[in-house]
């Protein structure tokens, strides 16, 4: 895209008043030629589009000099600037009416790949119990969906929980801001990210120094839920943050998941009231989400397929098959006769084989191969 053309675009998400529907109309009726909008009477820019603009000053210097020092940054830092209508921007951002005009990217993420896109939300201050379901999560579908892309918003507690789970199952994870590219914030987050733009991206609909306030995140909540084929809520308070995400997400007609928490459980009050009122399915494990979005899975590793295992750690494997829900590690004690530190330390093995996963209250599970 010429550089000219996208300061035009930039400056016109800069002039005060212009909503995103108003500036989609602009964009639908002046196509290339968007440098009209800004060299144009007003009333003819009405006539034109069929629209009202009340107290709309296309005029003011400011927003197209703003516009300049974005494409100068855009350029410097080799960034992404995706618009609204052309071939790299998200396509299912498209379905969306109010989707940004513009939005801001680095990394190397494919935001059109033929992926299976589930973006992971919750509360910023998670429970042990939050965060082991949303590791247990994201592990279990990357072994059986490994086409999946984990998207959430780099926030504190369950956000950043998803983003690392992913980098540690090797799946892509994108993380939508509430800030420009300039900054990362939080910024103990940063190691994080760096990882997170050589095995996915960062995103965002804000130009370079906008800051990290509050509206924002709202704002980048309709991303999060917009890029995904499904939302999954773990462990939201009963006016949490995320059940945002989970509105935006409805609206647009994505599914929409939770993981349940114990009744009197604060923490998870947010996920129990939108499975109670059936907006929100309720997810226990990876294939309640395969089951219900209908997506092909790996299926269960056999035996067969671990010629690398010892004796005892197949007897093992061939236990927990019998028990899709899992074990504890005194559970399987007396179904193989071994000792109890023995068993726990070939439990250990198996995890670092990814034959395994440890999933909350210390159960074992069986994984799935990954082809």
Known sequence: MPLQHLKYLIALTKVRGIGLRTAHRLLEVYGD??????????????????ITLRNINFKDPACLEQAAREVEFIVKHKLRAMVYGTADYPSHLLECPDAPLVLYAMGNGDFNAKK????????????????????????????????????????????????????DAGVPTYGVLGHGLD??????????????????????????????E???????????????????????????????????ALEYNRDVMAVPGRINDTASAGCNQLIKRNVAALVESAQDIVNAMQWDAMQP??????????????????VLEQYPDGLQVNDIVPLVSMPFHKISAMLFDLEDKNVVAIAPGSVYRLLTSRS
């Open 301 to 318: 590793k056999q035996l067969a397929l671990f010629p690398e295992l010892t004796e005892q750690e197949q007897q093992i494997v061939k």
């Open 214 to 248: 509050g509206p924002n995140f709202v704002q980048r909540d309709r991303i999060i839920a917009g890029l995904a084929d499904v939302v999954i809520v773990v462990e939201s308070k009963a006016k949490g943050g995320s059940l945002i995400t989970a509105h935006y």
């Open 116 to 167: 299976r896109y589930v973006s992971v939300v919750g509360t910023r201050t998670p429970t042990s119990y939050g965060k082991d379901m949303c590791r247990m999560l994201v592990s279990e579908l990357a072994q059986m969906v490994p086409d999946i892309v984990v998207v959430s918003g780099l926030a504190y507690g369950i956000d950043v929980t998803a983003h690392r789970a992913a980098l």
């Open 183 to 212: 900054r990362i914030y939080p910024s103990v987050h940063r190691d994080t990210a760096k990882k997170m733009l050589e095995q996915g991206a960062l995103l965002t609909e804000y130009a370079s120094g906008t800051k990290p």
């Open 33 to 50: 030629n968007i440098q009209e909008v800004f060299l144009s009477d007003l009333r003819d820019v009405e006539e034109r589009a069929q």
